[in-house]
């Protein structure tokens, strides 16, 4: 007998649809992560559901066998079509997937006629559909993905919100959500703090914190950096960013007005990761049998109720930390175009660790992800170095871009990090700090989105976030698929 095919071992099939009752197949599991795989980034800005990661044939295929043998699951494009028939049912006509976004974030950087998306509507309606939940469709429905990161990250979720036709919303502290107002901690206070080769003086080494400014902004923060939700009604469905600046453990708020803090990656969860979470977590179960008065909007179901931790977090970091060395190496008159010195990676690569533990030790059972970045290296980051003045002389000004090496060394530093063996003890993180963060990380998955994206910079909104197509459809695709895979 032939072996499966990909496709019929990955995908949850019932008359050709996801979801549904009846004989089912599990995706992950046992199975390899076809996001893992040796493949290619397929692209189409006409047809979203086009644009996915398609794996090379694996070792037992047969060569002659066609690409949808081998295709890893549609699954934004199910979830799509699966609101849009509830919508349809409940006779929600206000939103209508893509057609309700913003034409710049969906089409990239080509403005087509209304007309051509007119796949995003098709019918998917399913024998037997109505308001019952099929069984099949438990992995998604009263779900909460929770993002740690950048802004890169909240645009991806940005993207998903209007694909599936809601709103990403901002979170500010005298939200009905009760999200606690931000309390600054002296970031020099972080437990298990690897020396930094850059920091500035002794004080910062020791945890003293001269340098530190011990202030509460009022109002606190800039907007862009409040916690967001995009709650997906029809499908009951979660996802929370909470912004974060990095593994840099000096005080960022002295070169950028508008930080929240605290600023430390570690001390954050605590203080502010956690807390934000469960609040809005609970409000959302708290009016779940009541949808007039939610901050996310109706909730569908009562699954949410005595819920307070998410079922998946992302995090990732990269582009805070090369901004930071950027603007020393501005400031120092240094190359910003040469590779990060061994002790910037050994630094880098220890912070990566001790944020993965702390993480793993506020949610001991709750899958976490480090995705994996793409910025692009073109744009300048005029946004992190606006207060360092520029030379009057232009063929001695210093690039004030992203580098492309300096990007490759801390994607291998990552892999390193989470998948190498123990670090060796030192001062400040004995035989036993070392052994816990080993095997903290080696709970860790690696997302990999940020590696499908290499060489996308021409799909791109501005200098930093990447457009919708085909960005923020795979990492879609890619978050949707972690929550199945992981799924209890």
């Known amino acids: 007998m032939a072996p499966e095919s990909w496709a019929t071992r990955v995908m949850v099939m019932q008359g050709g649809h996801f979801g549904g009752g009846g004989s089912q197949q599990r995706i992950g599991g046992d199975q390899v992560n076809p996001y893992d795989l040796p493949g290619h980034l397929l692209v189409d800005k006409q047809d979203p559901h086009e644009n996915r990661w398609v794996p090379f044939a694996l070792e037992h295929e047969d060569a002659n066998q066609t690409r949808s043998n081998r295709e890893v699951p549609g699954l934004m494009k199910l979830v799509m079509r699966e609101v849009q028939r509830r919508r349809r049912i409940r006779g929600n006509r206000t939103g209508t997937g893509l057609a309700a976004g913003d034409d710049s974030r969906i089409k990239g950087d080509d403005r087509e006629d209304d007309e051509k998306m007119e796949v995003l509507t098709e019918n998917h309606d399913r024998e037997g559909g109505g308001e019952v939940w099929d069984s099949g469709w438990d992995w998604l429905k009263g779900k909460t993905v929770v993002l740690y990161g950048d802004s890169v990250l909240r645009y991806n979720m940005d993207h998903f ?183 910037r990676l050994s630094w880098w690569k220890r912070r990566v660790r001790g944020v993965a533990n702390v993480l793993r030790k506020a949610y001991p059972n709750v899958p976490i992800q480090w995705v994996t970045h793409h910025y692009p290296i073109s744009g300048n980051l005029d946004w992190f170095t606006q207060d360092i003045p520029k030379t009057d002389q232009p063929d001695k000004q210093l690039p004030r871009a992203n580098s492309l090496i300096r990007f490759v060394q801390l994607r291998q530093t990552l892999e390193a990090a989470l998948r190498g063996p123990p670090a060796e003890p030192t001062e400040w993180c004995d035989a036993d700090c070392a052994r816990e963060q080993y095997e903290s990380v080696k709970s860790v998955s690696i997302g990999r989105w940020g590696d499908h994206m290499l060489g996308m910079e021409r799909y791109m909104l501005d200098a930093l976030h990447p457009a919708a197509l085909p960005g923020g459809y795979l990492w879609g695709d890619m978050m949707l698929y972690e929550l199945y895979r992981v799924r209890l």
Not at 184 to 194: A, E, F, K
Not at 205 to 224: C, F, L, M, V, Y
Not at 286 to 294: G, L, W, Y
Request: proline share 10%.
């Open 161 to 343: 919100c209007k694909f599936v036709g809601s709103e990403i919303k901002p979170i500010p502290w005298d939200s009905p959500a009760g999200v606690p107002w931000p309390e600054n901690v002296n970031p020099y206070s972080t437990p298990h703090r690897p020396s930094d080769p850059d920091a500035e003086d002794d004080f910062e080494q020791d945890g003293s914190g001269d340098g530190w400014k011990d202030s509460k902004p009022d109002p606190p923060g800039n907007g862009n950096h409040w916690p967001h939700i995009c709650y997906v009604e029809e499908v009951d469905f979660l996802v929370v960013h909470v912004h974060q600046y990095g593994m840099d453990l000096t005080d960022v708020s002295r070169f950028w007005d508008g930080i929240i803090p605290p600023t430390s990656a570690e001390l954050r969860v605590d203080r502010l990761l956690r807390p934000v979470v469960k609040s809005i977590m609970e409000s959302i179960a708290r009016n779940a049998s009541h949808p007039e008065s939610n901050v996310a909007g109706p909730v569908t179901t009562d699954l949410r109720r005595g819920r307070q931790v998410p079922d998946l977090i992302q995090v990732n970091s990269a582009l805070w930390d090369t901004a930071r060395w950027l603007r020393l190496d501005l400031e120092n008159d240094r190359s910003t175009v040469d590779g990060l010195s061994s002790d």
